[in-house]
């Protein structure tokens, strides 16, 4: 009644041995007979080291088949991102030798097993060290049809529980102590290797200082360094400083809006080339932010969960970043296009996840951290302040936008 179909990261890597295993045990169900299955299934009675790995490609029926591959698909191209093609195929079947020997060990009458079951189950223990915050889609049927996410780390546990329990009580025909021993097997396999490059990071010593980078120009540059937005024609223009505001001025660096063109110029013309117009008009302001479920980073980019849908933004492809209390309520707001910007709230349930590629481990973080990340990553800068008048906030994410997209520095208010 619970199908995992899908999962709700990112996939940038081609899971080639995914992809083989997958067709390979495909092909050996089309083109195995009856006798060949009977021959090479893991027999208690007439074992035969080979059998160990060729009853990990035989099924006994299309369902059979088909329910294997959906699982290998969800957990498998999951395990392979992180782990890579030759540990993933190692693990693989390490996975099936675990299944094989729990189920020849603790089943009272083991008869003959075929399935890569005890292989796939290897790999949601993988998962579950690996990426335990990952969260997989589950197709469910129970009176109605609907997909839900889930967390791996959930629904693994629920998935263990009922192996256990259907094993205790001899449920079947199917080798539950089989999937207990692959899933016993690879989540042993994923926690050492984990370990082990854990225990390896440590002994190189704390990591050597990065590079200069270049300031990185988030937006496209205007050619006059004096930009003045849209057409002539609008006659509301805003004058916000270009560099930080003088003492006396708003914080913000707004001077004023809703200003007509000709008290706006002169305005302008009394603070000379610090100043600068832009056209104000709904058309003009920044997009309005769209609040995320939760934030995954690593080393290549930074996810957002909103709703369902996962977005994957490389890091080069975000422009701004504003880290700002506004209010009572702490928030970064990260502007990504003219049209797109995501606010990630310090607020619990929202989820912040780092994620260590070298330990190859997910880690709780806080918004602290993230802020931290952004300034870390191709010179992304984290400008904002605190604002106890969101009105004030809305001034100052004016200027910072437009700014931004004209190539200047945008500094704390």
């Known amino acids: 009644m619970f199908l995992p179909i899908g999962d709700d990261q ?77 540990g993933y195929a190692g693990l693989y079947l390490l996975s099936g030798l675990g299944s094989a020997g729990l189920h020849l060990l603790a089943e009272r009458d083991p008869g003959p097993a075929v399935g890569a079951s005890g292989a796939v189950a290897g790999m949601i223990g993988a998962c579950l060290v690996f990426c335990p915050r990952a969260h997989v889609k589950v197709l469910y049927w129970f009176f109605f049809v609907g997909v ?35 899933f016993g097997a690879g989540f042993a396999a994923a926690w050492f290797i984990r370990e082990l490059a854990a225990r390896r990071l440590r002994r190189r010593g704390p990591p050597l200082e990065p590079r200069e980078r270049d300031v990185r120009r988030p937006f496209k540059l205007t050619e006059d360094d004096d930009p003045v937005f849209l057409d002539d024609a609008i006659d509301a223009f805003a004058v916000v400083y270009l560099e930080n505001p003088p003492e006396g001025a708003p914080r913000t660096g707004v001077l004023a809006r809703r200003l007509p063109r000709a008290e706006a110029d002169l305005r302008r013309r009394e603070l000379g080339t610090s100043a600068a117009l832009i056209a104000d008009q709904p058309a003009n302001d920044p997009p309005v932010p769209q609040p995320v479920d939760s934030a995954s980073w690593d080393d290549r980019m930074i996810r957002f969960r909103v709703g369902v849908d996962v977005v994957p933004l490389p890091w080069s492809s975000i422009g701004l970043v504003v880290d700002a209390t506004a209010g009572a309520e702490r ?35 806080t918004l602290e951290e993230l802020a931290k990340a952004f300034e870390e990553r191709r010179g992304l800068a984290c400008a904002g302040g605190r604002f106890d008048d969101p009105r004030a906030y809305a001034d100052y994410v004016f200027r910072a936008w437009h700014l931004a997209r004209a190539g200047r520095a945008v500094h704390r208010a």
């Open 331 to 365: 928030f970064l707001d990260v502007f990504v296009s003219r049209t797109r910007t995501y606010r990630v709230p310090a607020r619990l349930g929202v989820g912040l996840t780092r994620v260590d590629p070298a330990r190859r481990q997910e880690e709780t973080a």
């Open 10 to 86: 990112d996939h940038d890597r081609t899971p080639w041995v995914n992809r083989a295993l997958l067709a390979i045990n495909a092909a050996v169900f089309l083109l195995a007979s009856p006798r060949a299955v009977r021959e090479f299934a893991l027999t208690p009675g007439h074992l035969q080291p080979l059998q160990f790995l060729t009853h990990l490609f035989l099924h006994v029926d299309l369902w059979h088949l088909a329910g294997n591959l959906v699982f290998l698909w969800t957990f498998g191209r999951l395990v392979e991102e992180r782990l890579g093609s030759p």
């Open 148 to 182: 839900a996410q889930v967390a791996i780390s959930v629904w693994a546990l629920l998935w263990v529980a009922s192996q256990v329990l259907f094993a205790a009580i001899g449920k079947g025909t199917t080798a539950y102590w089989g999937h207990l021993g692959g």
